[in-house]
């Protein structure tokens, strides 16, 4: 018989905590990424100065396997995506139009202001020359997430990209053909087998494959991973760019009365089945629904597959059930843990969602799970965790595009503002700055 299974409680009603102590009472997670930065400095240094020798020695020692080459030949793609299964074929190809449909309004265009007659300040949106996109391995396969980084970057208009994912011992060496078969179904060309920290840190260095091809290093490295891949993005970033150093995967639900405790059940565990780390949080006004929400967690769980994992995660420190007065309590507490994902079954789900201000991503009303931004909503699910969603945004369009500012002034415009740049000039102990301007129309000495 299976033992009951009782989110633990944070009770919040009677009380108006501060935003600070809201932060310290909720349930949260997460991962020490300094605590593992001293095993993988070593292997960022190696790659950094051996290449693909040291990602490949590396790759054996964590991945069981050395593929004969780092990068995929284009017949291996051509194989995978022909062996597809054509029900994920097709769930593959629904994915992506939907996703492209969304990106596609992401779009940013140039905007040109005229600040004074003759002097104006140009936006100009320009894509990243060449972009990395980590694709993980490990408890599961996710062509989902080739797809969720391949399309904005696509859509972004990016010179190149190059989709990295961990070489599978029982494939060959090869990365799980179902991440092969969707990045040729996106059209992508270039996929390496090489994944951890030393994916992230070969993206960032490059180097020379065993056929003596030379692999070029990327300018930005999106996509999630373990506390591994975070932390060699942390080594590596300012040589790179990276979207995010993204933890454990979170959701949590604002629900009232009105939430079908079978539904709640069934989305916290949806996001407990991906890591024994991640994060469910139910927060409600109603103590009844809670307990029919643990009520309905045990019943479910006899039937999860990865029930071990799963019941892991529900009863770690990060997950738990948070009672409050009313939806409104809740919006406070929801904003102030700001989750990846968030959502909102309450009566007037539309109403309540629209008061939200940290979030990764919003699911509005009982027919909008998690699961469906997973795939086949349209958004984006590489998405900020930790908390990061009070200041970050999740992937998108304009995270691999880069805002240049073009000045152009004529010589009148100049004129009439040299008063001013040279007095500023001047207040900063610049005095340079403003000579720059006055050799423009006083005769040098």
């Given at each position: 018989m299976t033992s009951r299974l009782e989110l633990a409680r944070v009770d919040l009603r009677g009380r108006t905590p501060s935003v600070a102590e809201l932060r310290s009472a909720l349930p949260r997670g997460g991962v020490d990424?300094?605590?593992?930065?001293?095993?993988?400095?070593?292997?960022?240094?190696?790659?950094?100065?051996?290449?693909?020798?040291?990602?490949?020695?590396?790759?054996?020692?964590?991945?069981?396997?050395?593929?004969?080459?780092?990068?995929?030949?284009?017949?291996?793609?051509?194989?995978?995506?022909?062996?597809?299964d054509p029900a994920v074929r097709a769930a593959l190809e629904e994915s992506i139009a939907r996703a492209r449909k969304v990106h596609a309004d992401q779009r940013r265009t140039d905007t040109t202001t005229e600040v004074v007659a003759g002097g104006t300040v140009t936006e100009r949106w320009v894509p990243v020359e060449r972009v990395g996109l980590y694709v993980p391995g490990g408890n599961a396969v996710y062509p989902s997430s080739v797809v969720m980084n391949v399309v904005p970057a696509q859509t972004a208009g990016v010179g190149s990209l190059v989709v990295a994912s961990p070489p599978q011992e029982q494939f060959g060496g090869l990365p799980h053909p179902t991440v092969l078969a969707a990045a040729r179904l996106l059209g992508v060309d270039e996929v390496w087998a090489v994944g951890g920290a030393q994916g992230i840190a070969l993206l960032s260095y490059g180097g020379v494959d065993t056929d003596g091809t030379e692999i070029e290093p990327v300018d930005l490295i999106t996509g999630p991973g373990n506390?591994?891949?975070?932390?060699?993005?942390?080594?590596?970033?300012?040589?790179?760019?990276?979207?995010?150093?993204a933890g454990p995967t979170e959701i949590a639900i604002l629900a009232d009365a009105s939430a079908d405790p079978v539904h709640v059940a069934a989305d916290l565990i949806s996001q407990a089945e991906h890591d024994v780390l991640a994060a469910s949080v139910l927060v409600t006004d109603s103590a009844e629904l809670a307990d029919a929400v643990d009520t309905a967690l045990t019943a479910q769980m006899a039937v999860v597959r990865h029930a071990e994992r799963v019941s892991e995660a529900l009863r770690g420190k990060q997950?738990?059930?948070?009672?409050?007065?009313?939806?409104?309590?809740?919006?406070?507490?929801v904003n102030a843990y700001a989750a990846e994902h968030l959502e909102i079954q309450t009566a007037d789900a539309?109403?309540?969602?629209?008061?939200?201000?940290?979030?990764?991503?919003?699911?509005?009303?009982?027919?909008?799970?998690?699961?469906?931004?997973?795939?086949?909503?349209?958004?984006?699910?590489?998405?900020?965790?930790?908390?990061?969603?009070?200041?970050?945004?999740?992937?998108?369009?304009?995270t691999f595009l880069r805002?240049?500012?073009?000045?152009?002034?004529?010589?009148?415009?100049?004129?009439?503002?040299?008063?001013?740049?040279?007095?500023?000039?001047?207040?900063?102990?610049?005095?340079?700055h403003g000579q720059a301007v006055r050799a423009r129309f006083e005769a040098l000495s």
């Open positions: 990424v300094d605590s593992v930065l001293h095993h993988v400095r070593p292997v960022v240094e190696a790659i950094r100065e051996r290449g693909v020798a040291a990602a490949l020695e590396y790759g054996q020692r964590f991945d069981n396997v050395t593929p004969a080459t780092v990068r995929v030949p284009e017949s291996e793609l051509e194989t995978a995506l022909a062996q597809l506390i591994y891949v975070t932390a060699a993005k942390r080594l590596c970033r300012g040589l790179v760019g990276i979207d995010a150093e997950s738990g059930t948070v009672l409050v007065d009313d939806i409104a309590q809740g919006l406070r507490v539309s109403t309540v969602a629209a008061e939200v201000r940290s979030a990764g991503a919003v699911f509005v009303g009982p027919y909008a799970p998690v699961s469906l931004g997973d795939y086949c909503a349209g958004s984006n699910h590489v998405l900020p965790t930790a908390g990061c969603a009070r200041h970050s945004s999740g992937l998108s369009v304009q805002g240049i500012h073009v000045v152009e002034y004529s010589e009148t415009a100049l004129k009439d503002v040299a008063g001013h740049v040279v007095a500023l000039a001047e207040a900063e102990d610049l005095p340079a």
